[in-house]
């Protein structure tokens, strides 16, 4: 069982490029998210969507698009990536079912840097 | 605004016991949690309390109260494992975690 995984690792970006980063999970989680990651400043919500065909706009989405076709992929588009949006960038997900409190489970992140 | 402050650094010596204080203003409350960040690692779960007082797991325990908006999280005997960032984590209102910059614990031997 993988659990959530990402893709890149790590990016060069040029800017003004298009770039999607790719996360699924194999645990059937309803709940997936996208945060960025930047030292000095807390998990910032970009994305999230509460079940398959559904998103919403967290704390920092400008720049970003998601989409959410089915249960276990979730990917993050950055239309034309600018220097800001150098990061690392989490995605997590969780089952709002299963438990009271929502625990979130993370992938391994990608570090992406836009020149 | 919502708001979740907690220390940038501590260090502590290896076998001791150090506290990482968090306090938060948010928009609504169901519960807060504690995460552990290893360097270059993503962040794993440790902890969740969403009434007041003491909840206990083995070496980590970790304290809430209401009232004043405020937790701790405690590590006992400490072990140079336990060097990592602690992130404190708030859910609001919208049921989406809002979360601090996170401690930076140093573990000296």
């Known amino acids: 069982i993988a659990g959530i995984t990402q893709a890149p690792t790590s990016q060069i970006l040029a800017a003004g490029r298009r770039m999607t980063l790719r996360c699924t999970q194999d645990?059937?989680?309803?709940?997936m998210y996208w945060y960025r990651q930047d030292l000095g400043l807390g998990l910032r919500l970009i994305h999230y969507s509460n079940t398959a065909g559904t998103t919403g706009k967290g704390e920092v989405p400008d720049g970003y698009s998601v989409s959410r076709a089915n249960t276990d992929d979730f990917p993050l588009t950055l239309a034309s990536a600018v220097p800001s949006q150098t990061s690392v960038y989490f995605c997590a997900s969780s089952d709002l079912a299963a438990t009271s409190y929502n625990e979130q489970f993370f992938g391994p992140g990608t570090r992406l840097t836009v020149l | 605004g919502q708001n979740i402050d907690q220390p940038t650094e501590m260090t502590a010596t290896e076998g001791a016991i150090v506290q990482i204080n968090c306090t938060y203003q948010?928009?609504?409350?169901?519960?807060l949690f504690w995460y552990q960040q290893h360097a270059g690692e993503a962040p794993t779960f440790l902890s969740y309390n969403v009434l007041d007082g003491l909840e206990e797991k083995g070496r980590f325990s970790s304290f809430l109260s209401r009232s004043k908006g405020y937790s701790y999280l405690l590590l006992k005997e400490l072990q140079m494992k336990d060097s990592a960032s602690y992130l404190c984590?708030?859910?609001?209102?919208?049921?989406?975690?809002?979360w601090g910059a996170g401690t930076k614990l140093i573990i000296k031997p």
């Open positions: 948010t928009s609504g409350f169901n519960g």
């Open positions: 984590a708030v859910m609001d209102s919208n049921y989406q975690l809002i």
């Open positions: 645990m059937r989680h309803n709940a």
